[in-house]
């Protein structure tokens, strides 16, 4: 289905969709089809638990530091440096896993060539030599942008703009509707080391009146 998809936009004018914009764009139009399958799917599969979970997680965040909630009411327009603190705060997919093509040495521990190195971004998103305050939510925080969740280098999250523009949009529209999204009870959370999310999260949303 998907080798079919990528022919039909690659034999198409260029349109405004991802799959268009990845057969069409100057980057990414010569991958190999094995390449091109593997972002695909990052693309469709993965951004959705991670994109879900920091709308929850924002909406709980929010509940919890009711100043916060307050910035934002008095002033909409901190809503896309809230998001980058969402996605900070949140930290949706905890680690990543990579394997040494080297020997190095790192905070004084030797990694052999072909050792596995876990990433911990939620560890990195929480680390005080570089975050001010990183235990607090903060909505209008500097430089909020300058966080791990979307990981760094090369395998930096490819939708990471697209995730932004979602969560973005997401609460834009709810400040336009609510005048607030109310947490009801504790949430669930996923029983998972690698995905930091919630099953569910109930609430009760008050219409602006």
Known sequence: YFTRLWNERVNAEPG?????????????????????????????????????????????????????????RRNPALIPNMVAEIIRWQTPLAYMRRTALVDTELGGKQIKA???????????????????RPNAFIIDRPKARHHLSFGFGIHRCMGNRLAEMQLRIVWEEIMKRF?????????????????????????????KK
Do not use: C
């Open 16 to 72: 405004n969709d991802l799959i268009s914009m990845l057969a069409h764009g100057e980057h990414t139009r010569h991958m190999e089809p094995m390449e091109y399958l593997g972002n695909l799917i990052l693309l469709i599969v993965g951004g959705n638990d991670t994109t879900r979970n920091s709308i929850s997680g924002g909406v709980l965040a929010l509940n919890q530091n009711p100043d916060e909630y307050g910035k934002l």
């Open 114 to 132: 072909g050792d596995r190195v876990l990433m911990w971004y939620v560890s990195g998103n929480r680390d005080d030599e570089v975050i001010d």
């Open 179 to 207: 005048e607030f999204v109310e947490v009801m009870g504790e949430p669930t959370r996923t029983f998972s080391s690698f995905v930091k999310g919630y099953t569910e999260l109930p609430v009760q949303v008050h219409p």
